[in-house]
């Protein structure tokens, strides 16, 4: 059975930090490119991040770079989030995914709220 499951959502304050994981089983996991979206409430889904399989190459959105790092870590098949410099807009729910060809797997989703 496939799954992803993240963790490391809270309430932060306004420049807090959060480190989000996620810990993926029943596929391989370094055949699969890893990402981390975003859902507001009331709002699209919203792309934050990719990492490519060997974790060589990562993506940010640009209202992310330079505040949010992704990291993997192929041996614990786990895929990470740092989150710097929080603001309220980046409160949202925050999702896992991986995907390799057709093939597109996604976690329950972990909420982060960024509030004084």
């Known amino acids: 059975e496939v799954q992803l499951v993240e963790s490391g959502g809270g309430l932060v304050q306004p420049g807090g930090s959060l480190r989000l994981s996620c810990a993926a089983s029943?596929?391989?996991?370094?055949?699969?490119?890893m990402s981390w979206v975003r859902q507001a409430p009331g709002k699209w889904l919203e792309w934050v991040s990719d990492i490519t399989w060997n974790g060589g190459n990562t993506y940010y959105a640009e209202s992310m770079k330079g505040r949010f790092t992704i990291s993997r870590d192929n041996a614990k098949n786990t895929v990470s989030l740092q989150m710097n410099s929080l603001k309220p807009e980046d409160t949202a729910v925050y999702y896992c995914?991986?995907?390799?060809?057709?093939?597109?797997?996604w976690g329950q989703g972990t909420q982060v709220t960024v509030s004084s």
């Open positions: 029943g596929f391989t996991f370094d055949d699969y490119g």
């Open positions: 995914s991986g995907q390799r060809g057709i093939y597109n797997y």
